[in-house]
């Protein structure tokens, strides 16, 4: 296997768990009070749209050609590194 099948795989079992994390959160919000769940609810949205633009580098991946492989891998761990950020972040203010 090579690296970028591996780190398509690694991301793809990330994304996963970013998703059973966002149900969890959803679950929580249903019981704040009403102005919370507006906030919770709206770093939800934040985090999902977010997530969507993870998912959308991660399907491009195969895709990429290999002079442009390093620009785009830095791109995509960017916004790696801003859905594991907002994630926590909405973790602790949830929860």
């Known amino acids: 296997m090579d ?5 398509a795989e690694k991301l793809s079992a990330q ?11 959803k ?6 009070t009403p102005e919370a ?3 919770y609810s709206n770093a939800i949205k ?9 998912a959308i580098k991660l399907q491009n991946i195969p895709i990429t ?4 492989w390093e620009v785009f891998k830095k791109g995509i761990d960017q916004i790696w590194d801003d859905v594991t ?3 926590r972040d909405a973790i602790k203010k949830i929860t």
Request: zero cysteines.
């Open 3 to 7: 690296k970028r099948t591996e780190y």
């Open 15 to 25: 994304m996963v768990e970013w998703d059973r994390q966002i149900d969890q959160l």
């Open 27 to 32: 679950i929580k919000v249903t019981s704040a």
């Open 37 to 39: 769940k507006l906030e």
């Open 46 to 54: 934040a985090l999902q749209l977010k997530r969507d633009e993870a």
């Open 65 to 68: 050609s290999d002079d442009e």
């Open 85 to 87: 950020t907002m994630l």
